[in-house]
């Protein structure tokens, strides 16, 4: 592991892109900002990156990549922290092999995803959406009767959602779903350690929830986990949630299904690629709710993640790293 920079010495902290943590200036980043040089750039391209790591102590990021060529050219690099729960986009490898730690920051959006993820469950189930673009379309105004009834609803007492990955985020949705009534069926490819739920096989999970929500981290292992295969084995009544990452669940296959009527509903707030400026099929598809990676957003997550980002510095410049990943 490389050394920590030393406290007595100028510490460069550069943060390559910060635009997306405030909203009309209500994150404090005071904790960065105090603890060295401090230099931010609300985005960087890759190659602004490496550019841009060449005189970084520390480099933070949130989205944006953090390739090999930015790990040799940040001569004095000597951490690396991910702004962030998932870190796909930092070269962890390359970072290794110059014994450069990376860390992230896990559980910050423990409550907000949850409440993200069954926002899109609750509008899927009540087609709350539908019905208020119709009332904004004038269409109740217009009602013969006192109400609309045009989509099929379902309520979740005495469903089965079933949780694929189960962090904190999964166990905090597990928490909301019991208090619907549903029963809760969890999935882990790392294990349950605490038997709080049965570590139940993926497959068995599919075939058995009304619905089904994704909560673990991109990578090779979880890229396309659910495919068509996996589709397949799910109840055509059922709804499919990813507010985890895109690329995790095949997008091909699931405009597909949706538009064949072969799965109920989606809803996503991650894609593959973001934003979808070349499109995505879900953005068309049947019954697909789409957010813009927006479940993380709350006021209250962003600054926990601003906070936990600071501390993990402080923590790596006093000699103390911590969350370190890879």
């Known amino acids: 592991?490389?050394?920590?920079?030393?406290?007595?010495?100028?510490?460069?902290?550069?943060?390559?892109?910060?635009?997306?943590?405030?909203?009309?200036?209500?994150v404090d980043f005071s904790?960065?900002?105090?603890?060295?040089?401090?230099?931010?750039?609300?985005?960087?391209?890759?190659?602004?990156?490496?550019?841009r790591a060449r005189d970084a102590h520390v480099l933070?990021?949130?989205?944006?990549?953090?390739?090999?060529?930015?790990?040799?050219?940040?001569?004095?690099?000597?951490?690396?922290?991910?702004?962030?729960?998932?870190y796909d986009n930092v070269d962890v490898r390359a970072a290794g092999a110059r014994s450069i730690p990376v860390c992230n920051v896990p559980g910050y959006a423990e409550h907000t995803v949850p409440q993200h993820a069954f926002a899109l469950i609750l509008n899927l189930a009540t087609q709350a959406y539908r019905y208020a673009a119709d009332v904004a379309a004038g269409d109740w105004a217009?009602?013969?009767?006192?109400?609309?009834?045009?989509?099929?609803?379902f309520e979740l007492h005495g469903k089965a959602i079933g949780i694929v990955g189960f962090g904190a985020i999964g166990r905090g949705v597990a928490r909301i779903a019991e208090g619907f009534g549903m029963r809760v069926i969890a999935h882990d490819a790392l294990g349950i350690?605490?038997?709080?739920f049965p570590n139940t096989p993926l497959d068995e999970l599919l075939r058995a929830s009304d619905v089904v929500t994704?909560?673990?981290?991109?990578?090779?292992?979880t890229r396309n986990l659910i495919d068509a295969g996996a589709i397949a084995l799910m109840k055509r009544s059922a709804l499919l949630i990813n507010t985890a990452r895109g690329g995790i669940v095949d997008e091909e296959a699931l405009a597909?299904?949706?538009?064949?009527?072969?799965?109920?509903?989606?809803g996503f707030d991650v894609l593959t690629s973001e934003p979808p400026r070349d499109g995505n099929p879900l953005l068309t598809a049947r019954n697909a709710l789409v957010t813009p990676h927006s479940a993380w957003s709350t006021r209250e997550a962003r600054q926990n993640l601003v906070t936990r980002t600071a501390e993990n510095i402080r923590a790596f410049l006093a000699?103390?790293?911590?969350?370190?990943v890879g």
């Open 1 to 26: 592991m490389a050394d920590p920079v030393h406290p007595a010495r100028p510490v460069r902290i550069v943060f390559l892109d910060d635009a997306m943590y405030s909203l009309d200036g209500d």
């Open 31 to 51: 904790g960065i900002a105090g603890q060295g040089d401090y230099v931010r750039y609300a985005d960087s391209t890759p190659d602004e990156a490496a550019e």
């Open 60 to 86: 933070i990021t949130n989205k944006a990549k953090v390739t090999a060529a930015a790990i040799e050219a940040g001569r004095g690099l000597r951490l690396v922290a991910a702004a962030a729960t998932g």
């Open 142 to 153: 217009a009602a013969d009767g006192f109400t609309l009834l045009r989509y099929p609803t």
């Open 193 to 196: 350690p605490d038997g709080a």
């Open 214 to 221: 994704v909560h673990t981290p991109l990578n090779e292992a």
């Open 256 to 266: 597909e299904a949706l538009n064949r009527g072969r799965l109920a509903g989606a």
């Open 319 to 324: 000699g103390a790293p911590r969350n370190l």
